[in-house]
DNA sequence: CGCGTTCGTTATAAGTTGTAACTCACGCTA
DNA sequence: TAGCGTGAGTTACAACTTATAACGAACGCG
């Protein structure tokens, strides 16, 4: 953060404008989807012409990558603070769903339909590695009761995915139960599929969660 | 099957076209997702002018919820079948993974990202409840260990979304979980987060499952 | 102060959805 | 069987979209 004072004003006009097109973008992608996302419309209502933002996106779907990298970057960043300030595995997860809920679409850049042909870039992998490995930590150290599973064995021998995290195969397990059940409940709720059915979402995450903490 | 001969010729055509479109479609939404879908591109294909589509679908939109439809309708047949054929509920989770496996969009046409103003039709929902009443037969009348939680206090209270489905509390729980542990899995799954992990994710689903019947 | 980089413009190409107006042919009915 | 109406497919068009090209102007660095 020191060397912002190298930054030339051209350099620092052209990143504010950059970040005046990406909270456009959001706002638009918030209330009509992403794939309502218009580059004209955006350039619009900034009050220039189309083609000008061309100067600072590639194109639209690079537009949409920036947009998703840094909604990781923004989850990575939350839970890197959460897991700084002391919390356990259900401060992470509570973490997650106030996440969520403030952007919904934003938890569907990362965790929506994916576009077939669609590949993210290394750099956002490593974001997500990075979740992981927070994650990872967190996971590591509780009581593990129960025999260890076939495919726990199998969690130990292909680690490489968790950066060979040092964590014991029921650790790797868990943190892999933790994440697809919290989506599980998380993604349903914010795609509205509980609207009308009277309960509340968030007595059916506290009851995963609680299932969670005494596997 | 044996009221084909009521249809006149020409609606006889009409049907024809139109799941030709949809079959076009489909594949169209396969190949590069469904924002990639041209009704444009689908009439060249079928070697026509693109207004000429607009017989057959009042819009783009239209077309995409007749996909939308189809996938419910699908969905909740194979459910059907299978707990007709006396499978439990393991069975009906393998059965579920094998309908999404077989066309992943199909299943992110429904579980995907929402569009923030879109409201499926009436029938639709419909059919959703359908998939949630023969999950709730499958789910009653195994035994229920462990108090009543205070969250299944409040299901039992408001059982109206399940079609005031008479299971117990408990039952209406497990149903629930059942459905977001295994999409937890199963999305994540299909969009690809496992990849390059080296575990298997059917291991990982039938994990999901194993703690599922013992809970 | 000048000169080069960068920004924003308009023009244009090639797409898209969707409407309007016009043929033409199919098939029901008289 | 003859005719007529309905529905299918066409082209033309409007209003969008993404994206490129070429031009002018302004900004700021040396």
Known sequence: MTETGTKTPRERYRDQVRTEVKEHARE???????????????AKRMGMSGPALYRYFASRDDLITELIRDAYRSLADTFRTTAESGTDLPGLAHALRGWALDDPQRYFLIYGTPVPGYHAPEDITGIASEIMTILLDASTGLPTDGPTTPFEVDLGAHRHWAGDHPAPPAALHRALTFWTRLHGVLSLELAGHFTGMGF?????FDSELAGLAEQ
Chains 1, 2 share one sequence.
């Open 200 to 204: 509340d979402p968030a007595m059916l």
């Open 28 to 42: 638009q992608i918030a209330t009509a989807g992403a794939s309502a996302l218009s580059l004209n419309a955006i």
